[in-house]
């Protein structure tokens, strides 16, 4: 026979709970409780808070620019319910701060990286993470090496690293996937599929017609999930993660979700995105969403809401007073951890900049008695 | 020299014999089987250091350089990779933070270009950007240079770039001992380092004896060659060998010191400067493109600080600012030993 099929492949898209709060008893099954939801809902809720707070901190000059992960939180906190705290690594972009936090980054080091201090990159001991990540898919490679790591030190760790659509089309995303493929390592490669890469929208950024599937050339599981169904996205990466503890491998999910904000505070959106678009999926939100659930399950009510939305108004004001209350870094901060041990001549920069002089050295000043 | 000893003998091919007058094991090595037996020490030393690369596995790498380590380490220790450098690189970095000591190798200097933003813009910047929280200790092995009759992309000299990257550590040993201390240093270096090894002169007919045991020779320091009084004589990587042909066509009243710099960054300064306020003259030899290259900034430390010294102005020899010729015409590009010896009797009748 001259021709026969070599290869044929599907693709899952997972829900659990619809936008109006309805979930599939079945599929909802096994996953997280009514006790657990309740909890993530109410985190949720507080990172939105913070969220919302650090753009109006931009406005009013008191931070540099942000992106906001507003509408990405149940991505970002499905996935992260999903690792294990101090054992398993994220490796994240900049729109899943509510699993960093989540895995024990203070919440103010996110204010401080965008306030242009790298004291917010000092992921403190103990913390399993790297820090935010600008250049875009740059950091899937280092999941793929550290879980290599734990892979051949055996041990039962796996690292998971984030980023969007528009990541996938750089050559590193593809470089990562097909060591992580090559190597069987435990990485998760968790996309946040939000519709627009900056100003370029998913359709105009790659031809095919999901990003799952460009898993399918690495021979890698590959799902996509309602990256707005909190149960969908912890089920998929719950899945992912016992697969690749138990030696599986990697996996990839593609989470469909919606930046509903601008690409960060130096973006206008309303110059390239349809407002209906973006109205569309306000009804989508994953915060409305979990609480039409939370309602219906007579599990949540208003006054309880105006509970929590005062409780994140105190916790916002502690991260922004923990944020700006850090006193600015010396200027031998520029210096100090460019090596471990200071080289001679950056000791004597390190020093001009302490002194504001020319950084004419003293022996060479003495030249002119020698004349 | 720091001295530690040295696990079972690696390569039984190599001549051994002991020292007379100390006692100390001695191997017959020449560069590039210095830098597989220092691999294959390290790694009998620590096993967090493991080799990835393309074909540095079975094959043993295209320069050999890994030769018979897979068969000792296996293939959780030393890993044939992707064909992509990108990959490389961004992958032991990651290596690296998860626990590891990775030594990647680029199988030629022309192809760090793809792994240049993870070596630029991730594993020099992670020490800084993280304030010490994320270290990036790997050593990456580049064959540099020209010389050696390759094909395109395979006979540059870009150390320049990667010296101008703070962060970064940049070695480029010439002879077989000091590779085997430098690479010895740059495994336990806690910070990144790129460690360029002269391909031209990886298999030099003559070969050094060496110290078998395990020694290191600290990143940053250059190495005076030949003592001299007359003029400063400064190279490194494999132009240090035009240099020396160049000193016995030099007639016996010159009296230069060759310097070997072995570190590119960082620059091991007092050597250099204290060199040329005893000789007042200076030439500098490197086969990378002579403007923006090494050789500026070390006339530049030398005007900071040798001005009164000075009888001469500071000269260079070194490659032309054009594309590296195709091997027809690279031994024309390149600095030569006649031209050394032009340039220090230029300096020396000025």
């Known amino acids: 026979m001259p021709v026969r099929t070599v290869y044929t492949a599907k693709i899952d898209h997972i829900q659990i709970m619809d936008e109006h709060g309805v979930v599939d008893e079945k599929l909802a099954h096994g996953t997280l409780s009514d006790q657990e939801v309740l909890e993530l809902y109410k985190y949720m809720c507080k990172c939105r808070a913070l969220d919302e707070t650090a753009f109006k901190l931009q406005r009013s000059g008191r931070m540099g620019t942000y992106p906001q992960n507003k509408g990405q939180e149940a991505a970002a906190i499905g996935a992260g319910y999903a690792l294990q705290r101090g054992v398993d690594w994220l490796v994240p972009c900049y729109r899943e701060n509510a699993a960093l936090w989540m895995h024990g980054l203070p919440m103010h080091y996110v204010l401080l990286h965008w306030m242009g201090d790298e004291r917010g990159n000092q992921i403190p001991e103990g913390v399993c993470m790297t820090p935010l990540c600008i250049p875009i898919g740059t950091q899937m490679l280092h999941a793929t090496g550290i879980s290599w790591a734990f892979k051949i030190r055996n041990e039962p760790k796996i690292a998971a690293t984030f980023f969007g659509d528009g990541a996938t089309s750089e050559g590193d995303f593809h470089e990562a996937m097909n060591f992580a493929s090559t190597f069987q390592t435990p990485t998760i490669f968790f996309c946040q599929n939000n519709h627009w890469a900056i100003s370029v929208p998913r359709e105009s950024q790659m031809n095919s017609e999901t990003v799952a599937q460009k898993a399918l050339a690495y021979g890698m599981p590959t799902?996509?999930?309602?990256?707005?169904?909190?149960?969908?996205?912890?089920?998929?990466?719950?899945?992912?993660?016992?697969?690749?503890?138990?030696?599986?491998?990697?996996?990839?999910?593609?989470?469909?979700?919606?930046?509903?904000?601008?690409?960060?505070?130096?973006?206008?959106?309303?110059r390239y995105r349809d407002p209906k678009e973006v109205e569309a999926w306000q009804g989508k939100d994953p915060v409305i969403r979990l609480r039409k659930y939370l309602t219906a399950r007579s599990l949540w009510t208003d006054e309880q809401q105006a509970s929590l939305d005062e409780e994140a108004k105190i916790m916002v004001t502690d991260v922004i007073r923990a944020a700006e209350g850090i006193a600015k870094p010396t200027t031998d901060d520029i210096f100090d951890y460019t090596y471990a041990t200071l080289p001679p001549e950056l000791e004597v920069q390190k020093r001009t900049l302490r002194t504001h002089s020319l950084g004419q050295y003293p022996e060479q000043a003495a030249l002119s008695s020698v004349r | 020299m720091t001295t530690t000893q040295a696990h079972a003998a690696f390569n039984p091919k190599l001549r051994r014999r002991t020292d007379d007058e100390t006692g100390q094991a001695l191997v017959e090595c020449n560069l590039v089987e210095s830098i597989t037996l220092t691999l294959a020490q390290e790694m009998d030393l620590d096993d967090r250091v493991v080799c990835l690369g393309e074909d540095v596995g079975v094959n043993g790498g295209v320069f050999r350089a890994t030769d018979g380590l897979h068969a000792r380490f296996g293939g959780s220790r030393v890993f044939d990779t992707p064909l992509s450098e990108s990959?490389?690189?961004?992958?032991?970095?990651?290596?690296?933070?998860?626990?590891?000591?990775?030594?990647?190798?680029?199988?030629?200097?022309?192809?760090?270009?793809?792994?240049?933003?993870?070596?630029?813009?991730?594993?020099?910047r992670y020490r800084t950007r993280s304030r010490g929280a994320i270290t990036i200790p790997m050593v990456v092995r580049v064959p540099v240079g020209g010389g050696i009759h390759a094909p395109e992309l395979h006979s540059d000299s870009p150390e320049a770039i990667y010296a101008h990257q703070p962060g970064l550590k940049v070695v480029m040993p010439c002879t077989p001992s000091d590779a085997k201390g430098l690479l010895a240093a740059a495994i336990e270096d806690p910070d990144p380092v790129v460690f360029f090894e002269p391909k031209r002169v990886y298999r030099l007919p003559t070969r050094e004896w060496l110290q078998e045991d395990r020694y290191t020779i600290p990143i940053g320091q250059a190495k005076v060659i030949t003592e001299g009084t007359d003029l400063t004589l400064i190279s490194w990587g494999a132009s240090v060998y035009q240099c020396l042909e160049a000193l016995d066509t030099l007639p016996e009243d010159i009296s230069v010191e060759l310097i070997d710099l072995r570190t590119i960054s960082p620059l091991d300064r007092?050597?250099?400067?204290?060199?040329?306020?005893?000789?007042?003259?200076?030439?500098?030899?490197?086969?990378?493109?002579?403007?923006?290259?090494?050789?500026?900034?070390?006339?530049?430390?030398?005007?900071?600080?040798?001005?009164?010294?000075?009888?001469?102005p500071v000269q260079r020899v070194a490659g032309f600012d054009t594309i590296m010729p195709y091997y027809k015409l690279e031994l024309d590009y390149l600095p030569n030993a006649s031209l050394v010896s032009e340039a220090v009797r230029q300096t020396m009748a000025y």
Not at chain 1, 258 to 263: E, I, M, V
Not at chain 2, 98 to 124: C, K, S, T, W
Request: aromatic letters at 6%; hydrophobic letters at 40%.
């Open chain 2, 270 to 312: 007092d050597t250099l400067i204290q060199s040329v306020q005893k000789t007042g003259r200076c030439v500098i030899v490197h086969e990378a493109p002579k403007t923006i290259g090494l050789g500026a900034e070390i006339s530049s430390i030398i005007q900071e600080h040798c001005f009164l010294y000075l009888k001469s």
């Open chain 2, 87 to 124: 990959g490389i690189m961004g992958a032991a970095i990651g290596l690296a933070m998860g626990g590891m000591r990775p030594i990647p190798e680029i199988q030629f200097e022309g192809f760090l270009g793809p792994a240049y933003d993870q070596l630029v813009n991730h594993a020099a």
């Open chain 1, 223 to 270: 799902v996509q999930v309602d990256g707005n169904d909190l149960l969908a996205v912890y089920k998929v990466t719950k899945e992912a993660a016992d697969r690749a503890r138990a030696g599986g491998g990697p996996s990839f999910i593609e989470a469909v979700t919606y930046r509903l904000a601008d690409h960060t505070t130096a973006d206008d959106a309303r």
